[in-house]
């Protein structure tokens, strides 16, 4: 029997989500909340969901309900993951997992108190690379992991201004930060799951916002009116970019650089241990061998395509059925064999980007 899924919010990223469990046999959207009703009726419309609700917590209370889906802004997913925790259901939330640490441990406490499942979205959590490289740390090539670099860079891309999305992103009142937040939990998700999930111990930080002269004349030229223009009416209060630290209690060190306008190049994210070390993306190892300096090369497409016909009841499937949307279902009905603790991840990158963002903060025990 499928589980029965309610999705809260019908913009971008619930369509996303209704596309995601329409893929999935296990899975069935089975209602829709909020507060634009329109917005609710398209989205239903689109999936066939049979039922649309203006209000999240009515549809909680109204509706049968296995699990929701949490696709809001981020300092709207605390009130709504504690009503389905009350209510006993199963929650799936947007990255990231709150607005502030103080929300996202108040919903991973009302999730186990109420021994429902929460998970956050991290599609970098199931990516080839990342298995690839908890396939190589756990069978102990690298060593003892002690550090992790993480960047997500953009050149552009301030969301609204001359990017994707809405004002929403560039409101501390909605998003409560900026890339340090919206892009930079995706780095820390990935790192530290590789690296263990320790405990973070201390963290610091610091911020930069710059839009006044990154949008000169003479860098945009005739655009200048326009940028300037989204950058008024989007009530901009949030940073450009960030660079940050964490010292967790394994003794690993963990750094991050994450940015929606920088001039400098993105990189790969890379973990060093004390035998070998990882590039991610491209997937390199490094190591030595009979006191050779070794790089290597690691073939993830042919490894996958091995691994979907081992599963394979077919034998010709060439693609694994793998995913977060598809891990998260699992989770729920007990299916997933190691499953993969996203809320405890996103909580421990909360504590980091909020520790980043506010320099030098002790990110507490």
């Known amino acids: 029997m499928a589980i029965e899924i309610g999705l809260v919010g019908a913009g971008d990223r619930g369509h996303h989500h209704a596309g995601e469990y329409e893929e999935l046999e296990a899975a069935s959207v089975v209602a829709v909340a909020d507060v634009d009703r329109e917005a609710a009726i398209e989205l239903a419309g689109e999936f066939d969901v049979p ?19 949490v696709c809001l802004h981020n300092n709207l997913h605390r009130p709504i993951v504690e009503a389905a925790a009350a209510a006993g259901v199963d929650a799936f939330c947007e990255k990231p997992l709150a607005a502030t640490y103080a929300d996202a441990a108040a919903m991973v406490d009302a999730a186990e108190d109420a021994g ?13 690379e990342t298995r690839a490289g908890k396939t190589l740390i756990e069978g102990g090539d690298l060593g003892e992991p002690y550090y992790a670099r993480g960047v997500f860079s953009r050149r552009r891309g301030r969301p609204f201004v001359d990017g994707y999305g809405t004002p929403a992103f560039v409101s501390k009142e909605s998003a409560g930060g900026g890339p340090v937040i919206d892009v930079g939990t995706y780095v820390l998700g990935q790192l530290l799951y590789l690296l263990g999930n320790a405990r973070v111990e201390r963290v610091g930080g610091e911020t930069f916002e710059h839009t006044e002269a990154t949008y000169d004349a003479d860098l945009v030229g005739e655009n200048q009116e326009k940028y300037t223009d989204r950058l008024a009416s989007s009530g901009y209060d949030v940073e450009d970019a960030g660079v940050g630290w964490a010292h967790l209690a394994d003794g690993s060190v963990l750094e991050l650089r994450a940015a929606w306008h920088m001039f400098l190049p993105d990189r790969p994210n890379v973990i ?14 490094y ?27 077919s034998g010709y499937d060439f693609e694994r059925d793998i995913g977060q949307f598809h891990h998260w279902i699992e989770t729920i009905d007990g299916r997933a064999e190691n499953p993969i603790d996203t809320a405890g991840l996103a909580l421990n990158a909360m504590r980091i980007m909020e520790g980043s963002t506010w320099r030098q903060m002790p990110a507490g025990n």
């Open 51 to 69: 039922a649309v609700y203006e209000d999240a917590l009515a549809m909680l209370d109204d509706a049968t309900l296995d699990a929701i889906s």
């Open 116 to 128: 429902i499942e929460l998970g956050v979205q991290n599609n970098e959590l199931f990516s080839p």
């Open 272 to 285: 060093a241990g004390t035998q070998g070390g990882l590039q991610l993306d491209p997937f390199e190892f």
């Open 287 to 313: 190591t030595t061998t009979e006191d050779y300096e070794a790089t290597v090369s690691i073939d993830l497409d042919g490894y996958e395509a091995r691994q979907a016909l081992l599963e394979s009841e």
